[in-house]
């Protein structure tokens, strides 16, 4: 490269400075859409919560009954085996409010858990346990699919979550 004498700093082309200060733009933004991303707009990474055999994890607790645990205070924990081609429970039932944690596994191809309306999008692999919590501020009917293709059945594999209105009784 030429010694250009506009050069300044760093004894760059200004040609390659440009590019250098798009680049740092380029990494900032990034670091902000991943910092607004996880922090205002509530992103989550699903965890590999635990590791478990899938060969036995439906005989063992607490998979062995799989669904809805009440923790009090509007926290649940949601336990979902998913196997082809359906999702143990295929139908949860919360109040309006409520925090629900789910774990998900699978017992035998890899399945995927994707909640409408949330940001509960999770891939289910065998062997691992995925978990993405999701509070349910608004009453209604809330589907969860399977998105990653498992075989033939893949499309009819799906459940729901339906989220009561608080009807101010009992
Ligand atoms: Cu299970 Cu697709």
């Given at each position: 490269?030429?010694?250009?004498?506009?050069?300044?700093?760093?004894?760059?082309?200004?040609?390659?400075?440009?590019?250098?200060?798009?680049?740092?733009?380029?990494?900032?933004?990034?670091?902000?859409?991943?910092?607004?991303?996880?922090?205002?707009?509530?992103?989550?990474?699903?965890?590999?919560?635990?590791?478990?055999?899938?060969?036995?994890?439906?005989?063992s607790p607490p998979w062995s009954e799989p669904?809805?645990r009440?923790?009090?205070?509007?926290?649940?924990?949601?336990y979902?085996?998913?196997?082809?081609?359906?999702?143990?429970?295929?139908?949860?039932?919360?109040?309006?409010?409520?925090?629900?944690?789910?774990y998900?596994?699978?017992?035998?191809?890899?399945?995927?858990?994707?909640?409408?309306?949330?940001?509960?999008?999770?891939?289910?692999?065998?062997?691992?346990?995925?978990?993405?919590?999701?509070?349910?501020?608004?009453?209604?009917?809330?589907?969860?699919?399977?998105?990653?293709?498992?075989?033939?059945?893949?499309?009819?594999?799906?459940?729901?979550?339906?989220?009561?209105?608080?009807?101010?009784?009992?």
């Open positions: 490269m030429s010694d250009s004498p506009t050069s300044k700093g760093l004894g760059a082309d200004p040609y390659e400075r440009r590019w250098m200060v798009i680049s740092l733009v380029i990494l900032i933004a990034f670091m902000v859409t991943v910092t607004v991303a996880g922090f205002a707009l509530g992103f989550q990474v699903p965890g590999d919560e635990s590791r478990v055999d899938p060969r036995t994890v439906a005989d669904g809805l009440d923790l009090g205070n509007g926290e649940y924990t949601a979902v085996l998913s196997r082809q081609y359906l999702f143990n429970p295929n139908t949860i039932t919360v109040p309006v409010g409520a925090t629900v944690t789910f998900v596994t699978s017992t035998d191809v890899q399945h995927g858990f994707k909640l409408q309306d949330t940001n509960v999008n999770m891939q289910v692999v065998p062997g691992e346990v995925s978990r993405l919590t999701v509070e349910f501020d608004e009453a209604g009917e809330y589907k969860y699919i399977c998105n990653e293709f498992c075989g033939i059945g893949h499309a009819a594999m799906f459940g729901r979550v339906i989220v009561e209105a608080d009807t101010g009784g009992n």
